[in-house]
């Protein structure tokens, strides 16, 4: 009899060692599940931004102005090689100018995503793109809130596009 009973109580233990480990599994993906995921349109976020238009304004025209600088410098160059260079430091100077408007826009809008996420509640934003299925779409509410923070209403074309 003693047998049989440390038998059965082999098999206990075992099946209690199964039951801890499913119980583990399903509180595990129960937690992971519990994270709500958000996702973004990052790249209308970006092109709806209040200051976008006013920002590649300024873009074109710092463009504008360094390429006659540029060209009036150049004029006074003999050798392909000092023009080289003189278009090499023209174009980095484009560059920085470019990427500070881009980051000036970037951080805005992530400050902005962060802000959104907190008030619904939701524990991960992630890009659009990388969505297969689930999560909850907070582009509009981003949009509304970018506008808010400049103290004016979202334009109705923008409205127009978020409702497609």
């Known amino acids: 009899m003693t047998v049989k009973s440390k038998g059965v109580s082999c098999l206990k233990r075992k099946t209690l060692g199964i039951v801890l480990v499913l119980t583990l599994i399903l509180a595990s993906s129960a937690v992971v599940s519990a994270a709500t995921i958000g996702y973004v349109d990052f790249e209308f976020l970006f092109y709806s931004h209040p200051e976008y238009e006013a920002k590649n304004r300024e873009l074109q025209e710092s463009a504008e102005r360094l390429y006659n ?49 907190k008030e619904l509640g939701i524990d991960v934003v992630l890009p659009e ?36």
């Open 129 to 164: 793109s990388s969505i297969i299925y689930g999560g909850t779409n907070i582009t509009a509410p981003v949009v509304e809130a970018m506008y808010k923070a400049y103290g004016i209403s979202v334009p109705s074309t923008i409205r127009d596009l978020l409702q497609q």
């Open 69 to 117: 600088q540029a060209q009036a410098e150049a004029e006074k160059l003999e050798t392909q090689e000092e023009i080289d260079q003189l278009a090499a430091l023209y174009e980095a100077q484009f560059e920085e100018i470019e990427n500070n408007v881009r980051v000036t826009l970037v951080s805005f809008i992530l400050n902005v995503i962060e802000q959104v996420a």
